[in-house]
């Protein structure tokens, strides 16, 4: 009888010890979020609701902090990821997901591994639209077919971001007008530029827009002509897909692989290779408990962010089959995305 108490007391004691020791580790630490872009755009936005929440998930509750740390359309930052960031489990990196397709197309400057960062999850799926400014005149895909001169849009880095990689392949698979200027370290410097008539406007993310362009979008300052995704948004049934307008099975090619394909990736939370696998399950964990958590919901609902979680063996699996194009569109795309 007492060896059959003591077995069972074992066994009950047994699975708690790996909580026990997480919550040893992250009791009293700081969690790091290092964001690749400036403050006030959409990767800020969306990493500062989540660190205010995701600490009641994590054992031991430590402290997390959001870092900004921009350059390079987040390249500077998904470096840092992988060659400094210690892989201990308390740095994590929100970094632009085009990346992941830049390696495989041999994007200069790139010094990572994408398949050997260990993936978080992501907070939504990218709805990519077309937003340009009322004063630029381009207020249907009509107008801007026929613009006398190129429309000059915002980007960060060529090949890296959500903005560049939108705008390139439109610009080559549908034929529209559009100079990409780059050089800007995140969209909130784009919504910036276009305010002050430096470009017309950018193609970016719905959920991400839709939070930090609010008020001019409400005042009809700012319209949306075009959607890059493959069915509508709930949202806007009335704007136009950019797939519809492509003439050839290569330009729908184009569209689905760079710009559709890359709707999972962009949001993409990250961790340093050889982060411990038990920290990647609990932070895993911890990242869809928040991103179900009514308090974080309700920000997010003020503050119109997306939520639409993705799992980080969802990302696991996508980013692998960015490693399987056949040769001849990796070459492509090469030379669309960084010409």
């Not at 069915?231 to 290569?250: E, Q």
Request: hydrophobic share 45%.
């Amino acid at each position: 009888m007492t060896w059959l108490v003591l077995t069972a007391g074992l066994v009950l004691l047994t699975p708690a010890a790996p909580t026990w020791a997480q919550e040893a580790f992250y009791k009293g630490k700081t969690v790091r979020i290092v964001v690749g872009f400036s403050a006030g755009g959409g990767f800020d936005t969306y990493s500062r609701a989540i660190a205010r929440h995701m600490a009641r998930h994590i054992p031991g509750n430590p402290t997390i902090i959001v870092e900004n740390m921009p350059g390079a359309g987040s390249l500077i930052a998904a470096n840092y990821l992988y060659k400094i960031a210690k892989p201990d489990g308390l740095t994590l990196g929100h970094f632009i997901g085009g990346l992941f397709l830049g390696q495989v197309l041999g994007q200069k400057g790139i010094e990572f591994d994408a398949r050997k960062f260990e993936y978080v999850g992501a907070a939504a799926t990218e709805h990519t639209v077309c937003a340009l400014t009322k004063a630029s005149g381009i207020t249907s895909v009509e107008k801007w077919m026929a613009a006398g001169a190129p429309v000059k849009l915002g980007g960060v880095a060529p090949g890296s971001s959500t903005p560049d990689n939108a705008e390139r392949t439109l610009k080559a698979a549908l034929g529209l007008p559009i100079q990409v200027v780059t050089g800007y370290k995140g969209t909130a410097d784009i919504r910036l530029a276009a305010e002050g008539g430096e470009v017309a406007g950018a193609c970016w993310g719905w959920g991400s827009l839709q939070a930090t362009w609010r008020k001019a979008l409400d005042a009809g300052e700012v319209g949306l002509v075009l959607q890059a995704a493959p069915k509508p948004h709930r949202d806007l049934p009335s704007v136009p897909l950019a797939i519809n307008f492509a003439k050839t099975d290569d330009a729908r090619r184009l569209i689905e692989v760079a710009i559709h394909n890359d709707s999972l990736l962009v949001r993409t939370y990250t961790l340093p290779p050889g982060t411990p696998k038990d920290r990647v399950q609990i932070l895993r964990k911890a990242f869809q408990e928040t991103l179900r958590d009514p308090a974080l919901l309700a920000d997010a609902e003020k503050a119109k962010l997306e939520i639409d979680p993705i799992t980080g063996e969802e990302i696991e699996r996508t980013v692998d089959r960015l490693f399987k194009l056949e040769p001849a569109l990796i070459a492509k795309l090469r030379a669309l995305l960084f010409e």
